[in-house]
Structure formats: C-alpha cells, structure tokens
C-alpha cells in the first residue's frame, strides 16, 4: 500500500524566507504525485503534479516540486514567501498501476508567515 | 459553474443518530469521492465512485455508507453516529478515475456527542 509522510507539521517564516517542504512516498511503482494547498477558511485545491516527464514541475503562485524517484520525494519549494502563503500543504500519491485512482494524503504542514 | 457542493456546512449529532451529507458536482466528473480530515492523520478516504452505480470502499469506510444514482450526486451516509465520527469531511470529484487532479468540496464539520 502508498503511504506519504511530510516532516515538517508546522513552519513559521517570515515574508521573503525560502520555503522548502518535505514529502516522501513509500510505493515501489510508478506513481502520480501532487501538492494540494488548503487557505484558510477555504476548501483543498491542487497547488501543482507530477504525472511524468522533467521532474521539476511548476504550479501555480511561484511554487515548484522536484521528483526525486531514487529518494522517493516530492518536495515543494518557493524561493520567496508571502504574508498571502500562509495555509496548510498537503502532500499526494497516487499509484499509477492502472486501476481506479485512490488518491493518499499526508498529515500535512502549516505553513505562518509572518509579516 | 459551482463546482463541487457540500451540505451542510455545520452539523452537530447525537450518538445514534442517522444523517446524510451530500455532495454534488456540476463538472460531469466521472470521479467522486469522500475524505474525512483528523488532526494528525490528514485525509482519508472512506469510499469513492467510478460512476453511476458504481462505488467501493477506500481506506476507512466503517460506520459510513454511500451510494451513487446519478453522475452529479454522491450522498454519505451516516446510519448510527459515533464520536469516532467527529471529523471534517470532504467530498472530491475528478474528471477520470484515474490520475485526475482532485476538486474539492468546502467540508462539513461534523461533531457527535
């Protein structure tokens, strides 16, 4: 079965900080992966994926994920945060094993950033 | 275009008690599903749906029961609450089911005493 852990549980930055989150994935398949980014007071919507292809990948609002597949990680970076970034990020997986989607989330990370 | 719909919003039970949160989508998705959000233990899925008549079970579906008669609509169900089912729900639909971005609903918190 897929499992995702994500190590940081809650990060406080201050506005232009690098943010850096990690996310790792134990399945030993092929795998589609996902950030998903949840503002406050408002519902899970899709931050960026990796599905196949450059392992970097860009969403939307200046993030970016690197699909490492030798360190099973998906880890999203932003070189610089905004007061406006602060929810909680949820990492993805799903196995790509040509069944039916059962997407796992991890615990998630706040991220504060502070003025 | 509303996207994906839940009610209610708030909703507090007895234990024992039976309810419904229902859940519809206006994208023709093909896919939908329901979460349950647990501090610490992020979302789980309790059961999902390839289509019309068509469901199946995902990580924790105990306790929960749901059905799916029309593409638009997929109800979970609650037959006799329990305080292990305090939680935020979400429901989440996707185009295909398989390897499509999830769209989320705005949750319904549930409390059970």
């Known amino acids: 079965a897929q499992s995702v852990s994500q190590h940081n549980h809650h990060v406080i930055l201050s506005e232009a900080a690098s943010l850096e989150l990690g996310c790792n994935y134990s399945?030993?398949?092929?795998?589609?992966l996902f950030w998903y980014v949840q503002y406050p007071g408002q519902h899970l919507q899709l931050l960026l994926k990796y599905f196949s292809g450059d392992p970097l990948v860009k969403g939307i609002k200046g993030f970016e994920a690197e699909f490492i597949k030798s360190k099973f990680s998906f880890n999203l970076r932003k070189p610089s945060v905004q007061w406006s970034d602060t929810a909680e990020y949820f990492c993805a997986v799903n196995a790509n094993s040509g069944g039916y989607q059962k997407v796992t989330f991890g615990i998630g990370t706040k991220l504060q950033v502070i003025p | 275009n509303a996207g994906v719909t839940q009610t209610p919003k708030f909703q507090v039970l007895k234990t024992g008690q039976s309810m419904t949160l229902q859940c519809a989508q206006d994208m023709n998705h093909e896919y939908m599903s329901w979460y349950r959000q647990d501090p610490g233990m992020g979302l789980r899925l309790i059961h999902y749906?390839?289509?019309?008549?068509?469901?199946d079970q995902g990580e924790v579906p105990n306790g929960y029961n749901v059905s799916r008669s029309t593409t638009e609509d997929f109800p979970l169900r609650l037959l006799s609450a329990a305080p292990s089912q305090t939680s935020v729900y979400f429901c989440?639909?996707?185009?295909?089911?398989?390897?499509?971005?999830?769209?989320f609903g705005n949750g319904t918190r549930l409390t059970v005493t």
């Open positions: 989440a639909s996707s185009l295909t089911p398989y390897n499509s971005p999830l769209h």
């Open positions: 749906s390839v289509g019309a008549g068509i469901t």
């Open positions: 399945y030993g398949g092929t795998v589609n």
